[in-house]
């Protein structure tokens, strides 16, 4: 009797143990290298254009030049490397042997589980919805301010940085879902739940 409890109680200990590592594993950064340079290369970018439009426009090839590099890096970098470390996606486009061009979007099977940090999803996906944003509030401050000049270099960081958002977004819901229909079936819910919940009150 005795050594059935005291095993009863080794194994919960064991079992409270190891859900407690799991917890602070997902709580924890596990790539902080990938969750650094996640960040660094697109934050670099806004600065760079911000200090250039507003204290360095005699230079504006160097910071053009400087804009494009970082806004390079920061994609190829965000879309091969930190998104498939930090929250298992990745997308590529393919051609097949018949020339066909196909875009591929992956997640990796298990992600909600121990993979994924939720620190490192938040970062993830905290920088990958702002900056763009930025980009977009550059672009129409460019138009307005008719800056025509440094029209171009805003307008490809927000292609760049909306491409990256896509296709992340298109890999979280699944390849083959369409955007589109999962916004109007979302919209469809909502109206729903509010003819339901009226016609409880009524």
């Known amino acids: 009797m005795l050594t059935d409890d005291t095993n009863e109680e080794d194994v919960s200990l064991f079992d409270a143990e190891e859900d407690a590592g799991r917890r602070s594993k997902t709580k924890n950064i596990k790539h902080p290298v990938a969750s650094f340079f996640h960040l660094f290369f697109r934050v670099c970018a806004i600065l760079a ?3 250039c439009e507003h204290f360095s426009s005699n230079n ?15 994609f190829w970098t965000v879309k091969n490397v930190t998104g498939r470390l930090m929250v298992g996606l990745r997308w590529w486009n393919q051609v097949d042997d018949d020339g066909q061009s196909h875009w591929v979007f992956e997640s990796r099977k298990g992600t909600k589980n121990s ?3 939720d620190s490192e999803s938040r970062i993830f996906w905290l ?5 763009p944003v930025v980009w977009v509030i550059f672009a129409f401050s460019a138009l307005v301010q008719m800056k025509i000049m440094w029209l171009p270099v805003v307008m490809m960081g927000v292609v760049l940085q909306a491409a990256n958002l896509y296709g992340y977004i298109k890999c979280k819901v699944g390849g083959k879902t369409d955007l589109k229909n999962l916004a109007t079936n979302y919209f469809g819910r909502q ?12």
């Open 60 to 74: 504006f090839i160097g910071g053009m030049v400087t804009i494009i590099l970082l806004l390079s890096c920061d």
């Open 115 to 117: 993979h994924v940090s």
């Open 127 to 131: 920088g990958l919805i702002v900056c």
């Open 191 to 202: 109206f729903l739940k509010q003819a339901l919940s009226k016609d409880e009150e009524s």
């Open 49 to 51: 254009y911000f200090l």
